[in-house]
């Protein structure tokens, strides 16, 4: 995975509450096993019609927004736990995900695989949303070290929670098994130590 420390970038605004997996990447689509080619279908009922002609109101096509942060409405992720939703977001370029709750199974997967999902309260939530509204080349600046999200320009900032593992696996760009092998000398000493 990339390390992830500070991310700046414009955001792509969901305002929907309840987004489920299924809406993220729809169940047809889930016939492969490796992570190449989802994100060309992430929000796939959404972005295009029956015709699979793009909707044009719908905001990942829409050429005011850009950016690989995803602002979302209440309750993002819910419904199967399905990995694959975290793997379409990542390959469609999201770095970030924004939401005032997120479905638990959805945020592990999400930070698994490198998507930083950030936790706000609802009143910032409106103040994101309202600040796109006002400039759609609006950036926003996710700090993982000091744990913020603010909206650059302004005084607007507030701070979220990760777990602490999960904290340092993103900021050293580790998986599971990276961080075990950072610790390897550790585990080595801690096994000499056992009176066999």
């Keep these: 995975m990339e390390k992830f420390k500070t991310h700046t970038s414009q955001a792509i605004p969901l305002n929907i509450a ?21 994100g060309d279908n992430v929000f796939r009922d959404w972005r295009f019609n029956k015709a699979g002609k793009a909707v044009s109101n719908f905001s990942l ?32 370029g999201f770095k970030v995900i924004v939401s005032s709750f997120f479905a638990d199974i959805f945020k592990g997967n999400a930070l698994n695989n490198g998507l930083l999902p950030v936790q706000v309260s609802e009143g910032f939530l409106n103040a994101l949303f309202a600040a796109i509204d006002t400039d759609a080349s609006t950036l926003f600046e996710v700090n993982l070290e000091a744990q913020t999200i603010s909206i650059k320009g302004t005084n607007l900032s507030e701070s979220f929670e ?35």
């Design 61 to 92: 096509n829409n050429p005011l927004y850009s950016g690989s942060i995803l602002i979302a409405g209440d309750n993002f992720g819910c419904g199967s736990s399905r990995e694959h939703a975290a793997w379409a977001l990542v390959g469609f």
């Design 18 to 38: 309840n987004v489920d997996t299924d809406q993220i990447i729809p169940a047809r689509f889930l016939k492969a096993t490796d992570k190449k080619g989802f």
């Design 162 to 196: 990760i777990d602490p593992y999960k904290k340092t696996c993103m900021i050293n760009g580790y998986d599971d098994i990276d961080y075990l092998l950072s610790k390897k000398e550790l585990i080595e000493a801690f096994e000499l130590q056992k009176p066999y």
